[in-house]
Nanobody, 124 residues
Framework: QVQMVESGGGLVQAGGSLRLSCAAS????????VGWFRQAPGKEREFQAA????????YYADSVKGRFTISREDAQKTVYLQMHSLTPEDTAVYYC?????????????????WGQGTQVTVSS
């Protein structure tokens, strides 16, 4: 079992930055791939980024390449999403999730464990 809790969301002006954190509990956290998703009102949940068990491999949605960076610290059981150059279109609830294999990374249905989400609001 893995429990995940997101934090770090808030209100930021366009062009600003935020760093989201995903704190996990569970002894086997280091065995899981972790992904970040977001969901805006009236829209489907959208993949943002994923990171492998070791942290060596990462994968990003085209829309966030060069702006978002995913990283993990297994000793602290935490995964981060550093976000730069935010725009109002980035406004959404951001979720972290965990899955066991490095495939189908963009499919939310493949992720087994989810956090409750953290709200990010970008003002113009």
């Amino acid at each position: 079992q893995v429990q995940m809790v997101e934090s770090g969301g808030g209100l930021v002006q366009a062009g600003g930055s935020l760093r989201l954190s995903c704190a996990a509990s569970g002894r086997t956290f280091s065995n899981y791939v972790v992904g970040w998703f977001r969901q805006a009102p009236g829209k489907e949940r959208e993949f943002q980024a994923a990171i492998s068990w070791s942290g060596v491999s990462t994968y990003y949605a085209d829309s966030v390449k060069g702006r978002f960076t995913i990283s993990r610290e297994d000793a602290q059981k935490t995964v981060y999403l550093q976000m730069h150059s935010l725009t109002p279109e980035d406004t959404a609830v951001y979720y972290c999730a965990a899955k066991g294999s490095w495939d189908n990374l963009a499919s939310s249905q493949q992720y087994r464990y989810w956090g409750q989400g953290t709200q990010v609001t970008v003002s113009s």
